[in-house]
């Protein structure tokens, strides 16, 4: 099956400093879906886009719908430690009863 | 408390031994699912079921069966011909059955080694 392409794949940054990351897809999809995973547990959904150019926001996180619908990006503004963990987008269209997940971005703060 | 568990949080087995893992959620929740999780790879769906009874192949279903005898329970049994079965299994439920719209609420999960 197919999945999508997340960058960077990792990211060390320091307390404070804003984070960006990116999903992109071969194909279209028109429902973006961003998940967070803490060591050890399992992903817990942060944002859902379902428009083209929509831009949501959930506390300092911001994602985008990328215009193509064929990417989607996330921000974080200024980090904190409890942002660590794996930050996965997942995309699907109506009627589809499966979603096709990114391959994550590990993002860790240094102290 | 409403969730999903699953169990144990650990398991080890030796090659060529089937194992069976658990999912139980009281959420009342239609539609549950299994996912394999690889080191820098995103979740990749195994099985889903969207009503007892019944069950879809998803996208790496070969060596692995399930079964949807009750609403709040969806074990999964890692076969001996799964070629490669150590990795991190999710579980997860939803109330829908569209993705985009039914948010799919996801357990512990549980580490499978294989030795």
């Known amino acids: 099956g197919q999945q999508l392409n997340q960058s960077p794949q990792s990211m060390f940054i320091q307390e404070g400093e804003d984070v960006s990351m990116n999903c992109t897809s071969s194909?279209?999809?028109?429902?973006w879906l961003w998940y967070k995973q803490e060591p050890g547990e399992g992903p817990v959904l942060l944002i859902a886009l379902y428009k083209a150019g929509e831009l949501t926001s959930n506390g300092r996180l911001t994602a985008q719908f990328g215009i193509t619908r064929k990417d989607s990006f996330l921000n974080i503004s200024a980090s904190i430690p409890s942002d660590v963990g794996i930050y996965f987008c997942?995309?699907?269209?109506?009627?589809?009863?499966?979603?096709?997940f990114g391959t994550g971005t590990r993002l860790t703060i240094i102290p | 408390d409403g969730g999903i568990t699953q169990s144990p949080k650990y398991l080890f087995r030796k090659e060529g031994q089937n194992v069976t893992l658990s999912c139980e959620q009281n959420l009342n929740h239609d539609a549950m699912y299994w996912y394999r999780q690889d080191p820098g790879q995103g979740l990749r769906l195994i099985y889903y079921?969207?009503?007892?009874?019944?069950?879809q192949k998803g996208d790496i279903a070969e060596g692995y069966s399930v079964s949807r005898e009750k609403k709040e329970s969806f074990p999964l049994t890692v076969t001996s011909a799964q070629k490669n079965p150590t990795a991190f299994y999710l579980c997860?439920?939803?109330?829908?059955?569209?993705?985009?719209?039914?948010?799919?609420?996801f357990g512990p999960g549980t580490r499978l080694t294989v030795l």
């Open positions: 079921s969207q009503i007892v009874n019944d069950f």
């Open positions: 997860a439920s939803s109330s829908g059955t569209r993705p985009g719209t039914d948010t799919q609420y």
């Open positions: 997942a995309g699907t269209n109506f009627g589809n009863e499966k979603l096709t």
């Open positions: 194909s279209i999809f028109n429902t």
